[in-house]
């Protein structure tokens, strides 16, 4: 049987995905949770501005978040799911993107299987 003729197994690249959106969630709150206990002096957002290695970190992920919310809509919306595309983008926000593109590509690499099989199945 080649792997090509067992669609119940899901690809490798989605595997990946969801693979570094859990290493992405805990990354990124393992962090959060240490500043948070810390009780420092300075707010969160603050810290991100703190001096300039950590500003060109900032920028650079602002950027990329607001480069990934424009591409989880639309690619959202063209796959059926702009109400769970929406939730993707908050959780961004409020979770880590770190973790939420991760977790958006891993779903879309099975959406777009799903639709591989339907379409060659016709």
């Known amino acids: 049987m080649t792997r090509a003729s067992t669609p119940s197994r ?3 690249l ?3 995905y969801a693979v570094l ?3 992405g969630a805990i990354g990124t709150w393992a962090y959060n949770i240490a ?4 009780m420092p002096d300075i707010g ?7 001096n300039p290695a950590s500003s060109s970190a900032a920028v650079d992920i602002i950027v990329v978040a607001i480069v990934v919310s424009i591409f989880m809509l639309v690619e959202g919306h063209r796959l059926g799911w702009s109400r769970w595309a ?10 880590a993107v770190a973790f939420t ?3 958006f590509l891993a779903l879309r690499e099975l959406a777009l299987r799903r639709r591989a099989q339907a379409t060659s199945t016709r």
Request: charged share 5%.
């Open 86 to 95: 929406w939730i993707l983008v908050v959780l961004s926000f409020a979770i």
């Open 10 to 12: 899901p690809p490798v």
């Open 21 to 23: 959106a859990i290493v």
């Open 14 to 16: 989605a595997i990946v």
């Open 35 to 38: 500043f948070i206990s810390s």
């Open 44 to 50: 969160y957002l603050d810290g991100w501005f703190a």
């Open 101 to 103: 593109f991760p977790l």
